[in-house]
T-cell receptor
Framework: SQELEQSPQSLIVQEGKNLTINCTSS?????LYWYKQKYGEGLIFLMM?????EEKSHEKITAKLDEKKQQSSLHITASQPSHAGIYLC?????????????FGQGTTLQVKP | GAVVSQHPSWVICKSGTSVKIECRSL??????MFWYRQFPKQSLMLMAT?????????EQGVEKDKFLINHASLTLSTLTVTSAHPEDSSFYIC???????????FGPGTRLTVL
């Protein structure tokens, strides 16, 4: 079955520093989603990538999907305390357009002021 | 983005009772909704797919008789945890697909605690 591995599992950075979170799949990704979650709350949609080599940015967050479509990275520039939370990558389950998502185990980010 | 709500946001119940959780798409029609479960410090696990007007499809290992799903309208899906036990205590999150399959919006979640 398809699995997503996120690294690192947790991250503590000083405010203003850049950071990168990785998401690796054992199989080709047909749609890769990045969400942010605060503990005990719902998921906030960040970005969705579909094409190999695709890159999207929103404010200080950039997500990329590699050419082989098996790895994605989420990069935060000049981190702020508001970026703290749990970042989850999710992938479309299989090649069919079912809407089902499987998720990585999450990366917990703390930003120290 | 579109808004998905869940009710209640948290619930505490006694072991053996049933609990119903509602998931609503507030400003769009959702023919398909999903139910996920998240245990502390773990990721989301898909439980089932809820389709309007038809039976839900459950993921492997999820008991369909224990987790009853009803998708009675294009804006409402309900998850009923029957005869709840402490091990069912978890964070339940629903999601709904918007106009395009690549748009999936999540509810704020419902925390269930079974005593």
């Amino acid at each position: 079955s398809q699995e997503l591995e996120q690294s690192p599992q947790s991250l503590i950075v000083q405010e203003g520093k850049n950071l990168t979170i990785n998401c690796t799949s054992s199989k080709t990704l047909y749609g890769l989603y990045w969400y942010k979650q605060k503990y005990g709350e719902g998921l906030i949609f960040l970005m969705m990538l579909q094409k190999g080599g695709e890159e999207k940015s929103h404010e200080k967050i950039t997500a990329k999907l590699d050419e082989k479509k098996q790895q994605s990275s989420l990069h935060i520039t000049a981190s702020q305390p508001s970026h703290a939370g749990i970042y989850l990558c999710g992938a479309a389950h299989g090649s069919g357009n079912t809407g089902k998502l499987i998720f990585g185990q999450g990366t917990t980010l703390q930003v120290k002021p | 983005g579109a808004v998905v709500s869940q009710h209640p946001s948290w619930v505490i119940c006694k072991s053996g009772t049933s609990v119903k959780i509602e998931c609503r798409s507030l400003d769009f029609q959702a023919t398909t909704m999903f139910w996920y479960r998240q245990f502390p410090k773990q990721s989301l696990m898909l439980m089932a797919t809820s389709n309007e007007g038809s039976k839900a499809t459950y993921e492997q290992g999820v008991e369909k008789d224990k987790f009853l799903i009803n998708h009675a309208s294009l804006t409402l899906s309900t998850l009923t945890v029957t005869s709840a036990h402490p091990e069912d205590s978890s964070f339940y999150i629903c999601s709904a697909i918007g106009r395009k399959y690549n748009e999936q919006f999540f509810g704020p979640g419902t925390r269930l605690t079974v005593l």
